[in-house]
């Protein structure tokens, strides 16, 4: 067994791989993306199990069928869209399948140089994004700040009025109390019996 995974390492080298456990009959199906003229490279190996017993199926997104004779394929896609690759296990024990496709050249794990740039991009874009929001922020903050204090110094002014016309209507009150009391005073003179 371990032998099996030291040459299956060594036949894959660097390249990470999927896997799938073939239990049953029934066939399991990974999809990938590709574009019409894209090269598609499937390379697969038996880890656990009979290699003869797996067959494998490639369908492309028109669901035409193209067979593998070997556990190493080269294809070319007629058309942009979802490609099928699907494992069956013909055998009356488990198997376990490592594959890996690549499309171009380009390992699925990788990105290429333009979807880097592309991603660089769309990243600058965001941040120039976040930038123009965080200044709107700031500036939204500080318009705030300026109605709330705008608002304490009104409620201030406010307050202050209503104490000075509080304070000025006693303050006539008491005149008006005075000159009354200064008038009636003055009468009670005028008719007081002598």
């Not at 029934?26 to 990938?32: D, E, L, T």
Request: with cysteine; proline share 2%; charged share 25%.
């Amino acid at each position: 067994m371990y032998l099996i995974l030291i040459l299956a390492s060594i036949f894959i080298g660097q390249i990470k791989c999927l896997g799938i456990e073939l239990r049953d009959k029934k066939p399991r199906c990974v999809y990938m993306n590709a574009k019409k003229d894209d090269n598609i490279t499937i390379k697969y190996l038996v880890l656990e199990g009979i290699p003869k017993d797996v067959q494998i199926f490639f369908f492309d997104p028109y669901n035409i069928q193209y067979d593998f004779e070997s556990n190493e394929q080269q294809l070319k896609a007629f058309y942009t869209g979802k490609y099928r690759i699907c494992f069956k296990n013909n055998g009356q024990m488990k198997m376990l399948v490592e594959f890996d496709f690549d499309i171009l050249g380009i390992d699925k794990n990788y990105a290429s140089k333009n979807d880097i740039l592309q991603t660089q991009r769309n990243l600058n874009e965001i941040d120039s994004d976040f930038r123009w929001i965080q200044m709107l922020q700031k500036e939204s903050y500080h318009r705030e700040q300026t109605i709330n204090t705008n608002l304490i110094n009104l409620y201030q002014q406010l307050t202050f009025s209503t104490i000075i016309k509080i304070l000025l209507f006693l303050v006539i009150i008491s005149f008006q109390l005075f000159i009354i009391n200064q008038f009636v005073k003055s009468q009670d003179k005028l008719f007081a019996p002598v």
